[in-house]
């Protein structure tokens, strides 16, 4: 049974750090497509970091360039999401998605993803 755990997410404060975690199990993702999606109340989900298989190729959304960023340890079967100088517009819950694709290319849609987590709460407010 393959399974992405989410975890790491909690409320902070206004330009804190949060790194999120996503830990699988079941299937090898060391040189499959990953991502991190966040989708807010009322509003769509949305891609917010993409990681090729190989090549460690990244997209970042627009309104997180430069805070975040999307890594990946497959001595630990896990991929991070570490998120600096957050806002309080950075609130939504946090999933991790994983794809079936190898090779150098990344995916923001969300259909393309195979696999997700059960996602984690990211609260910033003051």
């Known amino acids: 049974q393959v399974q992405l755990v989410d975890s790491g997410g909690g409320l902070v404060q206004p330009g804190d750090s949060l790194r999120l975690s996503c830990t699988t199990s079941?299937?090898?993702?060391?040189?499959?497509?990953m991502g991190w999606f966040r989708q807010a109340p009322g509003k769509e989900r949305e891609c917010v970091a993409a990681?090729?298989?190989?090549?460690?190729?990244?997209y970042y959304a627009d309104a997180v360039q430069g805070r975040f960023a999307i890594t990946r340890d497959n001595a630990k079967n896990t991929v991070y999401l570490q998120m600096n100088s957050l806002k309080p517009e950075d609130t939504a819950v946090y999933y991790c998605?994983?794809?079936?694709?190898?090779?150098?290319?990344?995916?923001?849609?969300?259909?393309?993803?195979?696999?997700w987590g059960q996602g984690t709460q990211v609260t910033v407010s003051s």
């Open positions: 998605a994983g794809t079936v694709h190898s090779g150098n290319s990344y995916y923001i849609l969300s259909g393309t993803y195979d696999y």
């Open positions: 079941g299937r090898d993702f060391s040189t499959n497509a």
């Open positions: 990681l090729s298989g190989i090549g460690s190729r990244t």
